[in-house]
């Protein structure tokens, strides 16, 4: 049952008050400026009092009949969410909140002009992460160029949705909705995922489990609607595109190794960067029939931030997947089994995914 969100007298401001230790403790462990944590609370803040039960935006006869409909849909996935894929029955995902805007946040990403090590940032829950969030494109783009004029690579990337692990019941967002019914789905089941279980400091084993439980997830909500498998060329094609970023990340590992002046380093990096671009070009002439399916990624500026997120959603998803088949497809056992090891040393835990890719 959908529990009615009012604004009670007071609520918010009691709401609001959650935010202010978060702010305090941030500035504590010194990671940032006051006016970062501060565009942080009132972000937070602003979403939160942007949320109206989703059950009250379907009854509106003066909300668009797409969007009504696309709730509509959501409320079957959530549903199926907590009945079936054993994820957390809360509130979340059962409000609506239009940002009025096409990202939630945008995030940025920073690195050395010679080396694909990020900048990390540490927050008080959710640990360390390679890149900073704005809730303001500008801001994000003013801290690009005060990056950029230090001499690092950054990149923005927008972001769709985010969870905030339980502390506050996270709504569906308009950032959400631009990609269809199963999309929405999709990000339900991944953003729940990190409500369930997140390990603090490991962004690529919190990721890769999310994405698993995502791809499985939806797989399992296409059968249980009499839907066929979704058309895998779309996943086939990242995965191959995923590939040659990788292997041009290897190369540019192995290039920052070497004894170059700056000059001939970054000649060489930048040749990297077209080696890249014409890997992507013959891939899709031979094997997509002339899809240009990431074309807008590649002819734009490449960098190593820009690398980043690559390997970042995905690097363990086959460990997870061998997981859930060792526990013959018993949600409650994987996620036993992935508490059990996210509990582990972060080097236990790693050896252990590692045993899991082979298995």
């Known amino acids: 049952m959908i529990r009615a969100w009012r604004a009670r007298p007071g609520a918010l401001d009691r709401r609001k008050q959650r935010l202010v230790p978060l702010l305090a403790l941030a500035l504590l462990s010194g990671c940032s400026s006051l006016s970062y944590y501060s565009q942080l609370v009132d972000g937070q803040w602003r979403l939160l009092h942007a949320r109206r039960p989703v059950a009250e935006v379907i009854a509106d006869p003066a909300q668009y009949p797409k969007l009504r409909e696309q709730l509509r849909q ?130 690529q084993f919190n990721e890769s489990y999310a994405n698993f439980v995502e791809q499985e997830g939806t797989r399992q909500w296409r059968v249980a609607r009499g839907l066929p498998a979704a058309d895998g060329d779309f996943s086939a094609q990242l995965d191959q595109f995923t590939r040659l970023v990788l292997a041009t990340r290897e190369r540019l590992v192995s290039l920052y190794r070497q004894p170059l002046t700056p000059a001939a380093m970054r000649a060489a990096k930048a040749a990297e960067f077209e080696r890249l671009r014409g890997e992507y070009r013959q891939l899709k002439d031979q094997q997509w029939h002339g899809q240009g399916v990431f074309d807008h990624w590649v002819d734009t500026p490449i960098n190593n931030a820009k690398l980043l997120p690559f390997g970042l959603y995905d690097l363990w998803v086959p460990a997870f997947a061998a997981l859930f088949k060792q526990v013959n497809g018993d949600w409650v056992a994987f996620f036993a089994e992935v508490e059990r090891i996210g509990r582990m040393p972060a080097q236990q835990r790693h050896q252990v995914l590692q045993g899991l890719m082979g298995s």
């Open 74 to 203: 959501s409320q079957a996935a959530r549903k199926f969410a907590s009945e079936h894929l054993h994820l957390p029955d809360n509130n979340s995902y059962r409000l609506y909140a239009d940002l009025h805007r096409p990202y939630v946040v945008w995030n940025v990403f920073v690195t050395p002009e010679f080396s694909l090590d990020p900048q990390t940032h540490c927050f008080p829950v959710a640990g360390c992460v390679a890149y900073r969030g704005y809730y303001n494109q500008s801001a994000a783009r003013g801290e690009a160029a005060v990056q950029k004029l230090a001499g690092m690579d950054v990149y923005i990337g927008g972001v769709e949705a985010y969870s905030t692990l339980g502390w506050f019941d996270d709504p569906i967002m308009n950032s959400m909705l631009h990609w269809g019914d199963e999309r929405l789905a999709t990000l339900i089941f991944h953003e729940l995922a990190h409500q369930r279980f997140y390990v603090k400091d490991d962004s």
